[in-house]
T-cell receptor, first 114, second 112 residues
């Protein structure tokens, strides 16, 4: 019973490159959430997606960041033209989408921008 | 394996009363952070309190306090004077070096 799978575990990018973070939700889960955690800070909500739909992207920066959750395949968080301030841990979580459904988190992707 | 266990899927407390949420973790590290996060219906994860493993003193943030027992690898959250706004999912998290591990969560209901 695989949990939420995120890859890569660690990602190093130079300024200006693109970063792609992947998240495969738990089996049976159709809702995915992305969070960002800056060093020694709490998780910050970024975006909430269902299959093929963005439900809430109120936490996403207006530029360079995008997310998708296609009908087939993992959810992708894409960061274009990365800057050093993008360095953080990015967590994905999934759920069945009901309010009383717990979130199951992945182990995160640590992005380092050099 | 580094795991975090929250053994109480659901808890209930009467408004103004005190409730304690349990959390245990497994690690071979000596230095790490422990966190409690709250997730209200808005789905945003809110940091409630954090504890550094090398600090003996239990962390306190207003009505929230922890009982950190390093030898027992236990990290419980006590909420005093519970309020209706405290109703949420609470996640315990362990972080050795920005490598966060979360428990499955405890759903707290506050009864008026």
């Amino acid at each position: 019973n695989a949990g939420v799978m995120q890859n890569p575990r660690h990602l190093v990018r130079r300024r200006g490159q693109e970063a792609r973070l992947r998240c495969s939700p738990m089996k049976g889960h159709s809702h995915v959430y992305w969070y960002r955690q800056l060093p020694e800070e709490g998780l910050k909500f970024m975006v909430y997606l269902q299959k093929e739909n963005i439900i809430d992207e109120s936490g996403m920066p207006k530029e360079r960041f995008s997310a998708e959750f296609p009908k087939e395949g993992p959810s992708i968080l894409r960061i274009q033209q990365v800057v050093r301030g993008d360095s953080a841990a990015y967590f994905c979580a999934s759920s069945q989408g009901l309010y009383n459904s717990p979130l199951h988190f992945g182990n995160g992707t640590r992005l380092t921008v050099t | 394996a580094q795991t975090v266990t929250q053994s109480q899927p659901e808890m209930s407390v009467q408004e103004a009363e005190t409730v304690t949420l349990s959390c245990t973790y497994d690690t071979s590290e000596s230095d790490y952070y422990l966190f409690w996060y709250k997730q209200p219906p808005s789905r945003q994860m809110i940091l409630v309190i954090r504890q550094e493993a090398y600090k003996q003193q239990n962390a306190t943030e207003n009505r929230f306090s922890v009982n950190f027992q390093k030898a027992a690898k236990s990290f419980s959250l006590k909420i005093s004077d519970s309020q209706l706004g405290d109703a949420a999912m609470y996640f315990c998290a362990y972080n050795p070096v920005n490598d966060m591990r979360f428990g499955a969560g405890t759903r707290l209901t506050v009864k008026p």
